[in-house]
């Protein structure tokens, strides 16, 4: 527990710069993973325990696919891409057979797949800590903004996390697509009424859903590094981001993943061993004073 | 006056499963079947305490490790740290899954289904974090080592493997008896009308919430106990009691026993117990292995063993039993 040094951090435009970067590029990943797991949940009514494991699967496809096309842009979009397709095969084969079931059912299917998929990273990859290495063009001395210093690829992750956010806003507000996504969030009997295949509607939007956590796991690749069962801790702070923007809403998403991020970045300089307990009780006093989230709208009767 | 009457039924049931677990000792002398034994009292509280919750209460959760450990926990610091006796720390350890049993469940039962397995879930990670990162005080990951002493009370001897095994047997079955008691009781039947119809419970002046959280500390003080019946035998405490995987058995444990019966907790800890014994001796991949054997149950049988055996036994006898 440090409080001063915290004052002092916020005292210096040096400090708060590179703290907010480091809070930006945390709250960038959290939201693209949130993102998937809140509209999953929002048009499918199931949480998807698994979503940390695609984030998992997206870091080690974009490490090969690095290793073997040595194009990091590849390896983001290899990482999406495959995740994506793999999400597809989840949704059809296994997580569809359980949708009217009980919540126990869903459960055991996620828990039986975070293990299958840990293990077999473990098989594939190896059980020790790997890391990408940051690629060459990205290599550039860091940017300077008034005395903190910000590393060109944070940059470059936080502008790209923002297109996929605008783009992501656009699809579900403008487009037709994203009309009929909202349209079987609301009310998927009506909505197979008018003729529109809902079954395909969800395998959609499990395959979006992976395309994000795909992408949040290749972009992180170069920064963080990977083990199996690096899912799992994403996939708690993305549930806190969903319960905090509220459950169901992209934009509640943003606003959660973007906050986690900066309480992360600036509580581990005041409260380092108590940043996680600053998050839960954050999560814990969205409950009790709204339980329906900042952004959230009340839950479906 | 009823209840007493049909309670001698489970009195009995109860005596009988301690004459067989007496008999044990004298058909084998295998530490491996004793140990079992001794586990499956651990795991089989554990196991049916989660389905205090998710079978009568219809509350998935996904956080129940969180107890399991913490009572191992509280337990084992309670000896280490300082000179009570046994009783005292197992009194410690009880108060102490009840009290964070009554915050976490204050917050967590106000929510619905997947919301609720989540937020358990994420209060047991939470739980977890701090016992890695409160080193000087948990150990940290190492967990809490040089083993917890086991003084003598009231003659008994924990340290000597048969009093080991037979209180671990009369703590668990007296857990399994009380427990029993608990769901047969009108505090019981109130639980699974919550669990049918919340909306109906409620116009009946029944206060939803507090029967909720009642249930959530009773489970999570039993989950306690499994968890020091656990530590007295590893003589530690260890951060993977706490861990996500725990609650995970044990959520499989209850569905592979099944859920709709007493016993099927107990049944399906110790057929996951075997499972993953044997699994140990053949592949490292436990995991994929487990994780196939959990969408087997899960997608395919979609039920548990018990409610087979029942099954064939309607079958066979051609008759309907009442459950």
């Not at chain 1, 956590?213 to 996939?235: C, D, E, H, Q």
């Not at chain 2, 499989?252 to 499972?275: D, H, K, Q, R, T």
Request: proline fraction near 3%; glycine fraction near 12%.
């Amino acid at each position: 527990m440090d409080p001063n040094a915290l004052l002092e951090c916020v005292m210096s435009t040096s400090c708060i710069v590179t703290q907010a970067s480091t809070g930006l590029i945390v709250g960038a990943l959290l939201f693209l993973v949130a993102a998937g797991l809140t509209l999953i949940f929002g048009v499918l009514g199931v949480v998807n325990f698994a979503h940390g494991s695609f984030y998992m699967l997206g870091a080690y496809i974009a490490l090969t696919a690095y290793r073997v096309s040595d194009s990091y842009v590849i390896a983001t979009l290899a990482a999406g891409l495959g995740v994506a397709l793999f999400s597809v095969v989840f949704e059809r084969f296994f997580m569809r057979k359980v949708y009217g079931s009980d919540v126990l059912m869903q459960l055991l299917v996620c828990y039986a797949f975070i293990l299958i998929l840990d293990d077999a990273v473990k098989l594939i990859w190896g059980a020790e800590f790997q890391s990408m290495g940051m690629p060459e063009f990205f290599q550039a001395p860091p940017l300077i903004l008034g005395g903190g210093i910000v590393p060109i690829f944070y940059i470059y992750l936080i502008a790209a996390a923002a297109v996929i956010a605008v783009v992501l806003w656009y699809i579900l507000t403008k487009t037709r697509m994203g009309k009929i996504v909202r349209a079987a969030a609301h009310n998927p009997t009506m909505t197979s009424a008018l003729g529109l295949n809902t079954s395909m509607i969800y395998a959609g939007v499990f395959a979006f859903g992976g395309l994000l956590a795909g992408l949040a796991g290749g972009l992180a690749a170069p920064v963080r590094s990977m083990s199996p069962g690096m899912g799992f801790s994403i996939l708690i702070e993305s549930f806190i981001v969903t319960v905090i923007g509220g459950m169901g809403s992209v934009s509640g998403a943003l606003v959660g993943a973007l906050l986690i991020g900066l309480i992360r970045s600036f509580g581990s300089i005041g409260f380092p061993l108590f940043v996680e307990g600053i998050m839960f009780i954050a999560m814990a006093l969205i409950l009790i004073l709204k339980p329906s989230g900042l952004l959230g709208k009340e839950p479906r009767p | 006056m009823n209840t007493n009457v049909t309670f001698r039924k489970e009195i009995m049931w109860a005596l009988l499963a301690l004459a067989i677990l007496a008999v044990v000792p004298y058909l084998t002398s295998s530490r491996v079947v004793l140990d079992f034994v001794i586990r499956l009292a651990a795991f089989g509280v554990f196991a049916t305490s989660l389905n205090i919750l998710v079978g009568y209460g219809g509350m998935v959760s996904f956080g129940h490790a969180l107890f399991f450990g913490g009572g191992a926990y509280a337990f084992g610091l309670m000896m280490q740290k300082t000179g009570v006796s046994i009783p005292v720390a197992f009194g410690v350890g009880i108060l102490f899954t009840a009290a964070v049993g009554f915050v976490i469940g204050a917050i967590c039962v106000r929510l619905k289904e997947i919301y609720f397995s989540f937020l358990t879930l994420a209060f047991q990670m939470l739980f977890y974090s701090i016992i890695i990162s409160w080193n000087s005080f948990t150990g940290g990951d190492q967990g809490l080592m040089g083993g917890i002493p086991r003084r003598p009370f009231f003659g008994i001897n924990l340290a000597d493997n048969t009093q080991l095994y037979w209180f671990s047997c009369v703590v668990g079955v007296v857990c399994l008896l009380l427990i029993r008691y608990i769901l047969q009781s009108p505090f019981g039947y109130t639980l699974r009308m919550v669990r049918d119809n919340a909306d109906r419970a409620r116009f009946l002046g029944i206060d939803v919430w507090r029967v909720k959280l009642y249930a959530f500390i009773l489970a999570g003080v039993f989950a306690g106990i499994g968890g020091m019946i656990m530590a007295v035998f590893v003589s530690g405490a260890y951060p993977e009691f706490t861990y996500w995987t725990m609650s995970g058995e044990a959520v499989f444990m209850i569905m592979m026993g099944g859920l709709n019966n007493f016993i099927g907790p107990v049944v399906g800890a110790s057929l996951l117990m075997l499972f993953n014994d044997m699994i140990t001796r053949f592949t490292e991949l436990h995991g994929i292995a487990l994780g196939i054997i959990v969408l087997i149950f899960a997608l395919g049988f979609k039920r548990g063993i018990t409610d087979f055996a029942i099954q064939i036994f309607r079958a066979v006898t051609g008759k309907r039993a009442s459950s």
